[in-house]
C-alpha cells in the first residue's frame, strides 16, 4: 500500500469537491477553482470532510497512480485555500527586473530586455529589483513560471551570477590558477 495514497485528504471549511463519472476531480475554495483528470484505475471518495483515494487492483499502474493522485488532489485543495508561491532572486552587477502592467521585464546582462507575459492564473510580483515573487493557486503553473524565469539566466558555479531560486544553495567552482 502507497504511504502517501493512503493519508487522507482533509478538506477545510469552505472547499467543495465534486467527482464526476469520468473521475474529473473539481475543487473549489476561497482562491478559485482546479481540475484534474484522476486515472480510471483509481476510486476517489469524500465521506464528511475527509477525501480518501484508493486503487481498484494491486497493478503495478494502479500502484503507481495512487500516490500521484493523492498528491495532486492534496495540493489542488492547498492551492484553492493558501495558494503557492516561488521567490527568485537575481545575482549580478546590472541585473533588474520590473513590472510592466502584467508583463515581468528582465534585464540579464543581455543586449535586449526580456519581457515575460503572466500565463492566466499566474501573477508575478516584483518586491526590489533582484526579486521576484511568483503566485498562483496551481502549483504546476507557478512551478513552471517560475522554472521559466530561471531559465533565462541559470546561475552559473563561478560566480553564482543568474537567476536562482531564493533557497537554492549554488556550488560553487575554483578559478583558473595561475602558473607557477
Given at each position: 500500500m502507497s504511504r502517501i495514497g493512503k493519508m487522507p485528504v482533509s478538506l477545510p471549511a469552505g472547499v467543495e469537491?465534486?467527482?464526476?463519472?469520468?473521475?474529473?476531480?473539481?475543487v473549489k475554495g476561497p482562491k478559485g477553482e482546479?481540475?484534474?483528470?484522476?486515472g480510471r484505475l483509481i476510486?476517489?471518495?469524500?465521506?464528511?470532510?475527509?477525501l480518501s483515494v484508493t486503487?481498484?487492483?494491486?497493478?503495478?499502474d494502479a500502484r503507481s497512480a495512487h500516490g500521484l493522485s493523492r498528491s495532486l488532489i492534496n495540493n489542488m485543495v492547498l492551492g484553492v485555500t493558501t495558494g503557492f508561491e516561488k521567490k527568485l532572486n537575481l545575482v549580478g552587477v546590472g541585473y533588474k527586473s520590473e513590472k510592466r502592467e502584467n508583463v515581468l521585464v528582465l534585464n540579464l546582462g543581455y543586449s535586449h530586455p526580456i519581457h515575460m507575459p503572466d500565463p492566466a492564473g499566474?501573477?508575478?510580483?516584483?518586491?526590489?529589483?533582484?526579486?521576484?515573487?511568483?503566485?498562483?493557486?496551481s502549483k504546476e503553473l507557478v512551478g513552471n513560471h517560475a522554472a521559466?524565469?530561471?531559465?533565462?539566466?541559470?546561475p552559473e558555479p563561478y560566480k553564482g551570477k543568474g537567476v536562482k531560486y531564493s533557497d537554492e544553495v549554488i556550488l560553487r567552482k575554483e578559478g583558473k590558477t595561475g602558473k607557477k
Open positions: 469537491v465534486k467527482v464526476s463519472d469520468n473521475n474529473l476531480v473539481t482546479l481540475q484534474e483528470q484522476i476510486k476517489v471518495e469524500i465521506k464528511e470532510d475527509v486503487r481498484d487492483s494491486d497493478s503495478k499566474i501573477e508575478t510580483q516584483v518586491n526590489s529589483p533582484t526579486e521576484i515573487i511568483v503566485r498562483g493557486i521559466n524565469i530561471r531559465k533565462q539566466r541559470p
